[in-house]
Nanobody, 124 residues
Framework: QVQLVESGGGLVQTGGSLRLSCAASGRTLSRNAMGWFRQAPGKEREFVATISWSGGSTYYADSVKGRFTISRDNAKNTEYLQMNSLKPEDTAVYYC?????????????????WGQGTQVTVSS
């Protein structure tokens, strides 16, 4: 079984930056695609970014493209989300996810493993 634990969330002002981390345990995920999703109060969970097993391919939601960067360190079994130029509309609980397949996906139902989430709040 895979356990995913996010960290790095917090409160930041508009225009600020945060770096989220997601540490995996239970088994190596070096052959699995991973991703980040977020859920704001009263809204459905939405896709943020995904990265291939090698880190060579990435895909972003239009709302974060150019501001967020997803990366991974397979030696540490960890993925990251660097968030720059944060906006109040980025406020949400951010979830790390992993799928058993290697390819990218922006659909939550394609991911089998989920973290518990970390709160990101951007003040105006």
């Amino acid at each position: 079984q895979v356990q995913l634990v996010e960290s790095g969330g917090g409160l930041v002002q508009t225009g600020g930056s945060l770096r989220l981390s997601c540490a995996a345990s239970g088994r190596t995920l070096s052959r699995n695609a991973m991703g980040w999703f977020r859920q704001a109060p009263g809204k459905e969970r939405e896709f943020v970014a995904t990265i291939s097993w090698s880190g060579g391919s990435t895909y972003y939601a239009d709302s974060v493209k150019g501001r967020f960067t997803i990366s991974r360190d397979n030696a540490k079994n960890t993925e990251y989300l660097q968030m720059n130029s944060l906006k109040p509309e980025d406020t949400a609980v951010y979830y790390c996810a992993a799928r058993t397949a290697q390819g990218l996906s922006n659909y939550a139902y394609d991911y089998q493993y989920w973290g518990q989430g970390t709160q990101v709040t951007v003040s105006s």
